[in-house]
């Protein structure tokens, strides 16, 4: 597969070079130059197969000739060895997809991202030294992803003060080949920091500096097996009502759904559009889709684009689901350059949701179903609230709500913390201090 930026086609490149280049040279992101389709086989198998099967079957067109297929089984196998279970709530069900080692979805593509790279980087002497800014829930992700992976080291800058307790450990409890920097400023400020160091020349020449932000596509083209595998197991009426470890309170009645043979519905809490962008590959690949809900808080660039056909980016907003707030969603581009408005415009519908919608969902199916939502999942259950009659309807769980317990616990009851978020909040905080300015990051190098 060879992939070509958004802003031109004319000079395609291979998995590789679009993986760890992250953006195309003229500034834009990488797209893949056709979307591949599921053998017929797996198509009509997906409920029966596990989430490594369906990993391989999905990644492999997408790095066909780069990486050899028993090195990719490997690789999901060790990506991927967490559940993904599609659990009955209520009238809907829910896509669980915090059952990785951070509480949250972007597990799923850090993971595979990770591996990917110290693959492709096999035989280069030097170690690929990965910068990356975050406000919080990437950095974790990534952190996790890249620990004790051969041939790399992390160095992750985050906002001293402005993320959880637990966000902190997550990012700066690891050690070993990952390293923390807590900047005196704002995100915007750690954000700034990193492409300054990508301009500086002596740096460049010294090191081989990559970057491992959300728009990079290794980390999108892993998310598009969650769909699928869900897709197929609702397709076929089959769920996962008892899976281990869903946060749901002891004692009330678990729904049994039926199948339907209809395609699904999925709603999806959107901020950069990346795992929306992945679930329409999933579609277009042939899983048995119907279309998807563009789930938003206040921050609507994009539910005001598919009523409008105007495309106005926003500042962003704070909200409660701070991980969607934003105003001019990266991933646009990568949409707007692969589907026309009319093509966007069946497969999407967009909704936004007020943070007072969002307490009040949290609440609410606390109190009927004993289930507790996290306030991105929130968003989305709120969203798919005008969509009941859409069956089977899937409501993506982006992260696990034991993560965001001060907001979420006033609402319902005590949430029951996962075995992954006890292992993080035992750790210690390990961070080199610096001011917002350069000098000081380069030093720090
Ligand atoms: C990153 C994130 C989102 C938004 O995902 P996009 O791919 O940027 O649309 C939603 N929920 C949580 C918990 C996240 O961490």
């Known amino acids: 597969m060879r992939y070509y930026s958004t802003r031109s086609k004319s000079k395609p490149v291979s998995f590789a070079s679009a993986a760890l280049s992250g953006l195309a040279p003229d500034g834009g992101l990488y797209v893949p130059e056709s979307i ?114 051969p041939g790399i080291r992390v160095t992750i800058l985050y906002p001293y003060g402005r993320v959880s307790s637990l966000q902190e450990r997550q990012i700066a409890g690891l050690g070993a080949n990952i390293r923390a920097i807590a900047v005196e400023g704002s ?88 795992n929306l962008t992945a679930g329409i590959y999933a579609k277009e690949m042939g899983a048995p889709i119907r279309r998807f809900i563009a789930a938003t808080n206040i921050n609507k660039t994009i539910p005001d684009y598919l009523s409008s056909g105007y495309y106005e980016a926003q500042p962003s907003k704070a909200t409660i689901s701070n991980a969607m707030d934003v105003g001019n969603p990266s991933n646009f581009e990568r949409l707007q350059a692969q589907f026309s408005f009319e093509k966007l415009r069946n497969l999407l519908e967009g909704k936004s949701v007020s943070d007072t919608e969002t307490k009040r969902s949290i609440a609410s199916v606390y109190e009927s179903y004993g289930y507790f939502l996290d306030p991105h999942t929130a968003v989305g259950w709120s969203a798919s609230d005008s969509f009941r009659n859409e069956q089977p309807l899937i409501v993506l769980a982006t992260a696990h709500p034991a993560k965001f317990a001060p907001l979420v616990e006033p609402l319902t009851g005590v949430i029951p913390v996962p075995a992954s978020i006890q292992k993080s909040q035992s750790r210690v905080p390990d961070a080199q201090r610096i001011c917002a300015e350069l000098p000081a990051l380069l030093e720090v190098l």
């Open 36 to 149: 591949p389709q599921y053998p017929v086989s797996v198509k009509n198998s997906l409920s029966a197969m596990d989430l490594p099967d369906i990993a391989f079957e999905t990644i492999r067109p997408f790095v066909e000739g780069e990486i050899p297929a028993p090195v990719l089984e490997s690789m999901v196998h060790e990506a991927f060895s967490f559940a993904a279970p599609v659990v009955p709530v209520g009238d809907r069900l829910v896509l669980e997809l915090f059952h990785g080692p951070t509480a949250a979805f972007k597990d799923f593509g850090a993971r595979f991202m990770a591996r990917a790279f110290s693959y492709l980087r096999r035989g280069e002497d030097k170690p690929l030294h990965i910068l990356v800014a975050t406000s919080g829930d990437t950095g974790g992700a990534v952190a996790d992803g890249f620990f004790k992976v």
């Open 187 to 274: 995100f915007d400020d750690c954000q700034r920091l990193v492409k300054a160091a990508f301009r500086d020349k002596s740096l460049m020449k010294r090191e081989s500096l990559s970057s491992a932000n959300s728009i990079n596509i290794s980390r999108l083209i892993p998310q598009i097996l969650y769909y699928a595998a869900a897709a197929g197991k609702a397709f076929s009426g089959k769920t996962d009502p008892d899976a281990e470890a869903t946060p749901r309170k002891a004692g009330f009645p678990v729904s049994h759904l039926t199948s339907t043979a209809c395609p699904v519905t999925f709603c999806v809490p959107s901020g950069n559009f990346g």
